[in-house]
Nanobody, 124 residues
Framework: EVHLVESGGGLVQPGSSLRLSCAAS????????IAWFRQAPGKKREGVAS????????HYADSVKDRFTISRDNAENTVYLQMNSLKPEDTAVYYC?????????????????WGQGTQVTVSS
């Protein structure tokens, strides 16, 4: 059983940065395609970024391109989401998700394992 735990959320001002972490127990994250999703109040959950388990290729939603970076630290068995130039519209609960197959898409139904989420609030 893959158990994912997100951390690093918080309340920050617009223009600030945060780094979210997704740590795993019960699995080696390097073997999984990992994605970050987010869900704002009253909105559907949307894919933010993914990193492939075979070639490390990354994909981003247009809304976060050039501001967010997804990366892995295999030694720490952790995946990160570096978020820069945060905007109020980035406010959401952020979830990490994992799937053992090699995929390049941010469709939530493709991912089998989910964390509980971490709240990110961007406000002045």
């Amino acid at each position: 059983e893959v158990h994912l735990v997100e951390s690093g959320g918080g309340l920050v001002q617009p223009g600030s940065s945060l780094r979210l972490s997704c740590a795993a127990s019960g699995a080696t994250l390097a073997l999984y395609t990992i994605a970050w999703f987010r869900q704002a109040p009253g909105k559907k959950r949307e894919g933010v970024a993914s990193i492939n388990n075979k070639d490390g290729e990354t994909h981003y939603a247009d809304s976060v391109k050039d501001r967010f970076t997804i990366s892995r630290d295999n030694a720490e068995n952790t995946v990160y989401l570096q978020m820069n130039s945060l905007k109020p519209e980035d406010t959401a609960v952020y979830y990490c998700a994992a799937v053992s197959t090699s995929i390049y898409i941010l469709w939530e139904h493709e991912y089998d394992y989910w964390g509980q989420g971490t709240q990110v609030t961007v406000s002045s």
